[in-house]
Structures are given as C-alpha cells and as structure tokens.
C-alpha cells in the first residue's frame, strides 16, 4: 500500500511564533515563501553596491510619494514573507512600526540577483505577480541588464521589458522615477 507524503506548511503567524520564540537567531536570512522556508544567499560586495546605489536613488526620487525600504520583509497572504532588496510602499505615519506592508501596500519591488537569478526568477517574480503588485524590477548582475514586470495576471506579468547597461530605467509607477543603468551595472 502506498503511502502519500504529506507537507505541512508554516503560516505567517507560526513564522512569527517561532522568531518570537528564539528558534531563528538574529542574524538567520531566511524568507517564508508559500508556507515553506528559504535560505536567502549571502550578499556580496558588488550586490549590496546595487542595492545601495539605487536605495539612494529612489530615496532621492520618490521623496515623499512612497517609504524605500531596504531588504526588508513584506507580507504576501497568510503564507509568504519575501524580503526583496528593496521595496516602495504607501507612506505611513508610522513607518509600518506594528507589521510589515501587505501586497495592496506595496508600489515596486526590485531584486537584485547575482548566483540567485533562477530562483528570483521563477519563484519570486510569479509570486509577486500572485499578489498582484504592480511592478518589480530584476536586475541580473551577470547578465548586465533589468527586466520590469508590469501588469501582473495571475502568476505572471503581462508585460515585459528588457533594458541593457546603456540605457535608463523608467518606472510605469513612479513617473518621477528614472535609473540610467550605466554605471549601475558596468
């Protein structure tokens, strides 16, 4: 007789019992991602340099139209706390000080994949779409380029666009909003 395995998965509330609890230490990067643990990847001196660079640009830019909040985690549903590089979300007075932002909080997500381009590709950027969040940018550092998701259906997004090392990144969202990639990503 054969026997069916079961997975049980954990819901945003046993995340939050169990980092109550001790059971991740402080320094654990570990993302809960439909009801299942991920390891987050180590972050490298030339990703934590695009993460940086464009944490100031978009401070710069979007001053008060929306909170940046970098590598921080959001909420997805009852099942999944990503925490994508960076995040623009609605403005609070509080700076979201009692929980994380939810899907319909949230304006633009931007991952910045190195040895993780796979992963973002066809686990976060479907999941993001899933929750309908209206833009997200991944920039691939090996490949040298950012591709922005717009028009999120179901697990994907209608709309693609590809922008290479010489161009400059504009925002469907944030018309305010414009990344010349040149020395981003040379």
Not at 25 to 35: A, V
Not at 42 to 65: N, T
Not at 103 to 108: D, R, V
């Amino acid at each position: 007789m054969q026997t069916a395995i079961q997975k049980h998965l954990f819901s945003i509330s046993d995340y939050d019992r169990m980092a109550e609890c001790g059971l991740f230490d402080e320094d654990s990067r570990i993302e809960l991602i439909d009801g299942e643990f991920f390891d987050m990847a180590p972050i490298g001196s030339r990703h934590a340099s695009i993460v940086s660079f464009l944490a100031s640009a978009l401070i710069k830019q979007l001053s008060d139209r929306a909170i940046v909040r970098i590598q921080d985690p959001v909420r997805l549903g009852d099942f999944s706390v990503p925490q994508p590089d960076l995040a623009a979300v609605e403005p609070k007075t509080d700076f979201y000080r009692t929980r994380h932002p939810e899907a319909n909080e949230i304006l633009l997500l931007i991952e910045v994949s190195d040895s993780t381009a796979s992963y973002d590709l066809n686990t976060k950027i479907p999941l993001y779409a899933k929750y309908a969040i209206p833009e997200c940018w991944l920039i691939d550092i090996d490949k040298k380029t950012v591709t922005c998701f717009t028009e999120p259906l179901e697990n994907s997004y209608k709309m693609q666009h590809i922008y290479h090392a010489d161009e400059s990144v504009q925002s469907i969202q944030f018309d305010c909003l414009s990344i010349n990639l040149g020395s981003l990503l040379d």
